[in-house]
Nanobody, 121 residues
Framework: QVHVVESGGALVQAGGSLRLSCAAS????????MGWYRQAPLNQRERVAT???????NYADSAKGRFTISRDNARNTVYLQMNDLKPEDTDVYYC???????????????WGQGTQVTVSS
């Protein structure tokens, strides 16, 4: 069983920084990709940044130039360094991990419970 846990959300002033962390724990699996998503209307989630196990990154336009995603494959951990935060960044941020079990090659997606980021003006 894989568990995904994220942390690092907080209340910060505009222009400040946060670093979100997320780890996928368990055994018998490998990570294909991990990423950060924010809660959107209608219970949808919007991609903020993703990174594959090979290191390929993708960013939402709003995150480019301010946020940096990185990973530690050995620890199945992903980070999101958030700089120059703006009030519009306020949201619940969810970590996602796409994994493959060693006994079954089909990928599966797991979500963390979310961490609240609040940016005051």
């Amino acid at each position: 069983q894989v568990h995904v846990v994220e942390s690092g959300g907080a209340l910060v002033q505009a222009g400040g920084s946060l670093r979100l962390s997320c780890a996928a724990s368990g055994s018998g699996f490998s990570v294909n990709a991990m990423g950060w998503y924010r809660q959107a209307p209608l219970n949808q989630r919007e991609r903020v940044a993703t990174i594959t196990s090979e290191g390929t990154t993708n960013y939402a336009d709003s995150a480019k130039g301010r946020f940096t995603i990185s990973r530690d494959n050995a620890r199945n951990t992903v980070y999101l360094q958030m700089n120059d935060l703006k009030p519009e960044d306020t949201d619940v941020y969810y970590c996602n991990a796409v994994i493959r079990y060693t006994s079954w090659s089909n990928p599966r997606s797991y979500w963390g419970q979310g961490t609240q980021v609040t940016v005051s003006s």
